[in-house]
């Protein structure tokens, strides 16, 4: 055991009671922007509590409700998508399809109609509605950003996750098809071949990787997918070893760069920038779950374990995690725009600390 078993316990507790705080607390700065930026022109409410950033949170207390056997937590969740459905969800894109990927993970768990009904609509709207790229990449288009001809490494958590295991529970081939595809042709134009990192993204329509940002948390989401995705689907052979080659490329990268303290800043390869708390709890998360499955050496375990002083010491006594940075659209030009934005509590700052303390847990 590498710390207090109860005092992670705790932290875990008061991380799941204050994420639904943060759940239901509108994202102002969004919301005001989506007034006169959203493409679908739909109602702009639809997005006040479905949106990626509710997404990734959701996911982390569905996690936790599973592993810690807590039917309240479960319950909440229920509760949630219920009331949201009825309502009416948003327009369907690459952000909005967050949330999607737990209500998967519910109707795999329940079998139950409405989210079954739900679930397939959002899985054959990827196949057949979403904008593509030359190479037919799914376009990273946004409530309120069309982003032509753009991949983003955001985009495999968002989406494609959730099609993968909708592949799983309907034994759908072509959705796990895609899904595959997605993962690969991402890996292609978005990985760093000297450092092995993951670039923010990538575009067609100009051939570059923008400011070539190694941003921090848009890595964290390669982290966690892919040990997510080979826990979720059964890929082999020469696709399997793929996927694992290029997470083991990528953590060894993030061993290098890794802080003294043993955070990560939001800029990977650059000290001068700000040490940032989801992408290191990302990092973490994926770094040991990976260690846990057999997909990487145990000699990583303590590259992730590393992360957890610092961490336990950014959780507020009322469960808030510290030093988290708000969501962040493509450096197109600099790199020193990711310096610039702000830090600020998030729902997916909460969920990504849990993560990682459900691993950190394991141990």
């Known amino acids: 055991m590498v710390a207090d078993n109860k005092e992670i316990m705790a932290k875990l507790e008061i991380l799941a009671q204050s994420f639904q705080k943060f759940l239901f607390e509108d994202d102002e700065q969004f919301l005001e922007n989506m007034k006169t930026k959203n493409l679908a022109g739909d109602d702009v409410s639809r997005y006040q509590h479905w949106e990626w950033t509710q997404g990734v949170g959701l996911y982390g207390l569905y996690q936790m409700a599973h592993e810690l ?11 949630f998508y219920d009331k949201e459905i009825s309502l009416g969800l948003p327009a369907k894109n690459v952000n909005t399809c967050a949330p999607l990927l737990t209500l998967a993970f519910l109707l795999k768990d329940t079998g139950k109609t409405e989210y079954k009904k739900v679930c397939h609509e959002w899985a054959e709207a990827i196949m057949h509605d979403f904008a593509r790229t030359e190479e037919d990449g799914i376009q990273h288009r946004t409530s309120d950003s069309e982003n032509t001809g753009e991949l983003w490494d955001d985009t495999l958590f968002m989406t494609v996750m959730f099609l993968a295991l909708m592949g799983e529970i309907e034994d759908n081939d072509e959705y796990r098809e895609e899904a595959r595809y997605q993962f690969l042709l991402h890996i292609k134009y978005l990985v760093d071949h000297e450092t092995g990192l993951l670039y923010h993204g990538w575009t067609f329509e100009g051939h570059h990787n923008f400011a070539r940002a190694l941003w921090g948390r848009g890595n964290c989401w390669f982290t966690i997918a892919i040990p997510e995705y080979l826990d979720i689907a059964n890929v082999t052979g020469a696709d399997r070893k793929f996927l694992v080659e290029a997470f083991l490329q990528q953590v060894k990268a993030l061993e290098k760069y890794q802080d003294e303290g043993g955070m990560w800043h939001t800029l990977v390869d650059d000290e001068t920038s700000y040490l940032e708390a989801s992408a290191t709890c990302g990092f973490a998360y994926g770094i040991l779950k990976a260690v846990r499955m057999g997909i990487i050496d145990e000699k990583f375990r303590e590259v992730g374990i590393k992360a957890l002083k610092p961490m336990l010491g950014l959780i507020d006594p009322d469960g808030t995690v510290n030093q988290v940075s708000y969501g962040t659209p493509m450096g197109r030009v600099s ?27 394991k141990i």
């Open 69 to 79: 056997g807590r039917n309240d937590y479960v319950d909440f969740l229920h509760s």
């Open 335 to 361: 790199k020193d725009f990711y310096k610039e934005i702000e830090i600020k509590p998030m729902p997916y700052g909460q969920a990504l600390a849990m993560l990682f303390l459900l691993e950190i847990h």
